[in-house]
């Protein structure tokens, strides 16, 4: 597959967990989690940034055709030092936390947080797999919070302190494919979330700030 031909996907929208508590009359909720009874999950951080994809020849935000926007240099420069070595035809998804959004972070690893490797085959790449993938394109993922066999209870009473976190996702530990999103990826959110007036887009950049307190 020449670059020419790479098709470009729109990140799915993320479900809601039955008990999440923020999420409009629009957002896709689940009915149930009967999908994950029995099946190994990872539970990581929902972070408050712009869900941003990179392709081997090209990046985009939740829109296909996202226009330039100056909160969004910064992970275009990450991009460019590692596009070569993302195969044709793959993806990888995360977040870009350069702007503040609703929550403002002061203490990041990175402005760029990796949660998902998508291959040629528009397959999401097991956990395990992504890790190591992570890990040679010196790739930060979000906090992981809870892994091991679903458990509804336990993850039901993870510790949220929604002053300083939007929620978490959770996610099946295995491979799965585009058309399996909304019954392997679902999210709890923060009641109200939202609470800015107007869009961040709209407004100047305010950066959030890296554990070194240094801009990259």
């Not at 996907?9 to 508590?21: G, I």
């Not at 081997?56 to 100056?70: F, K, L, N, V």
């Not at 070569?84 to 990888?92: A, E, H, K, L």
Request: proline content about 4%; hydrophobic content about 35%.
């Amino acid at each position: 597959m020449s670059s020419n031909n790479i098709k470009r996907y729109k990140y799915p929208r993320t479900p809601h967990l039955p008990w999440s508590s923020g999420g409009s009359s629009d957002d896709v909720r689940c009915c149930d989690v009967s999908q994950f009874e029995g099946k190994q999950v990872i539970v990581t951080e929902k972070m408050d940034g712009e869900n941003t994809s990179l392709y081997c020849d090209y990046i985009h935000a939740r829109s296909i055709d996202s226009r330039h926007h100056a909160s969004r240099d910064w992970v275009k420069a990450l991009h460019a030092s590692i596009a070569t070595d993302i195969p044709v035809g793959w993806r990888i998804c995360g977040e870009n936390l350069f702007a503040k959004h609703a929550i403002g972070y002061d203490q990041l690893p990175s402005y760029f947080m990796a949660f998902s490797i998508w291959d040629e085959q528009n397959y999401c790449l097991s956990w395990a797999e992504t890790k190591q993938w992570f890990e040679l394109l010196n790739l930060t993922p979000p906090p992981v919070l809870y892994q091991g066999e679903w458990n509804k209870g336990l993850i039901r009473q993870l510790k949220i302190d929604t002053s300083l976190m939007e929620g978490y996702v959770v996610r099946i530990s295995e491979n799965f494919h585009y058309k399996e999103f909304a019954q392997s990826v679902a999210k709890w959110v923060r009641k109200s979330h939202v609470q800015t007036e107007e869009h961040w887009m709209h407004t100047a950049v305010v950066a959030n700030k890296l554990l070194s307190n240094e801009v990259e």
